[in-house]
């Protein structure tokens, strides 16, 4: 499944914000997808991840009761809703799915296939 983000954009401290992130293929249903972050630095952290049917999710502790992820799999489409962001908020947004079927991704560590992201900017 490949996998592209949008949405991102510069914002002021306390707005918000709705990333896409748009699947193609037709076992798009049948994935985890989560979200990551990379500030500036090598590294990336876990935000947010939702099962293949959208019955569960996972959040990091920095973004619980600001963001929300969701999933339509009848347009192929995850998104993450972004209320009252912060500074520290600011970095490279990435999305990706699972190494296989049914697996939700939690952890950067092993993926190599990152796509190119797209960069949310909150301004302070």
């Known amino acids: 499944v490949q996998l592209q983000a949008s949405g991102g954009g510069v914002v002021q401290a306390g707005g918000s914000l709705r990333l896409s992130c748009a699947a193609s293929g037709r076992t798009f249903s049948s994935y985890g997808v989560g979200w990551f972050r990379q500030a500036p630095g090598p590294e990336r952290e876990f935000v947010t991840a939702i099962s293949r049917s959208g019955e569960y999710t996972y959040y990091a502790d920095s973004v619980k009761g600001r963001f929300t992820i969701s999933r339509d799999n009848a347009k192929n489409t995850v998104y993450l809703q972004m209320n009252s962001l912060k500074s520290e908020d600011t970095g490279l947004y990435f999305c990706?799915?699972?190494?296989?079927?049914?697996?939700?991704?939690?952890?950067?560590?092993?993926?190599?296939?990152w796509g190119k992201g797209t960069q949310v900017t909150v301004s302070s």
């Open positions: 990706i799915s699972g190494h296989q079927p049914g697996v939700v991704p939690t952890s950067p560590i092993g993926v190599t296939n």
